[in-house]
């Protein structure tokens, strides 16, 4: 079945730095592939998505790439927040066979921001 | 649209007790899924539904637990009777088909359980 591996956390930065949140996937098909965040005692809310290869979701100056030759969908910010601390979830929903309508999460990363 | 509505937001119960969560779906999503989170096994996919019919139940731990979708607005998520390790928070997301199913979920606030 599908699989989603998310870089081992906590990740902890102090504001302003560069972010990067490693994600890979198996999956048959093609996927599309999302990264949720998690704030403290909320519900996942989307953060951005890309459908098809080498598409680049964006949104609050979070980037992601489809890369389908590496099955990778990397987080990516240049100057992080101390609000963006929060939990990163990365997921994809295969759209074929039994899965339809399905999300497979990866484990989820800790981010902390100190100022 | 008031998003996916999920209640009680906190449930404190004891053992044995019965424990009913109720979901209401983004109106016209035809896609509802129940959730389980915690710190030692994460993010778990309970059961889900498609037009009001159960899909994929595999992550249901138990026959405690037990999850109705008689509505299109309407879910509940059942455990009978509640133990201990069921002490979790439990989410509701819901999702639109149209698109090949590649649409995003949206989650629910969550319902935050304790069983004592």
């Known amino acids: 079945g599908d699989s989603v591996t998310q870089m081992e956390g906590p990740v902890t930065l102090s504001e302003e730095a560069f972010l990067t949140i490693n994600c890979t996937y198996t999956?048959?098909?093609?996927?599309?592939l999302f990264w949720y965040v998690q704030y403290p005692g909320e519900g996942l809310q989307l953060l951005l998505k890309?459908?098809?290869?080498?598409d680049k979701g964006s949104n609050k100056g979070f980037e992601a790439t489809y890369r389908k030759e590496t099955t990778s969908f990397h987080l990516e910010k240049g100057s992080v927040q101390v609000s963006d601390s929060a939990v990163y979830f990365c997921?994809?929903?295969?759209?074929?066979?039994?899965?339809?309508?399905?999300?497979?999460f990866g484990q989820g990363t800790i981010l902390t921001v100190h100022p | 649209d008031a998003g996916v509505i999920q209640s009680p937001r906190h449930e404190v119960t004891e053992m044995g007790q019965e424990v009913t969560l109720r979901c209401k779906p983004i109106?016209?999503?035809?896609?509802l899924f129940w959730y389980r989170q915690t710190m030692m096994r994460g993010l778990e996919l309970l059961i889900y539904?498609?037009?009001?019919?159960?899909?994929?139940d595999s992550g249901m731990p138990e026959d405690r637990f037990s999850a109705k979708m008689p509505n299109a607005s309407f879910s509940t998520l059942k455990i009978q009777p509640s133990e201990p390790r069921d002490s979790a928070v439990y989410f509701c997301?819901?999702?639109?088909?149209?698109?090949?199913?590649?649409?995003?979920?949206?989650f629910g606030p969550g319902t935050r359980l304790t069983v004592l």
């Open positions: 997301a819901s999702s639109f088909s149209v698109g090949g199913g590649r649409n995003e979920q949206f």
């Open positions: 999956a048959t098909g093609y996927p599309s």
């Open positions: 890309a459908t098809k290869a080498d």
């Open positions: 997921a994809c929903n295969n759209a074929g066979g039994t899965s339809y309508g399905k999300l497979t």
């Open positions: 109106s016209g999503h035809d896609y």
């Open positions: 539904f498609n037009n009001n019919v159960p899909i994929d």
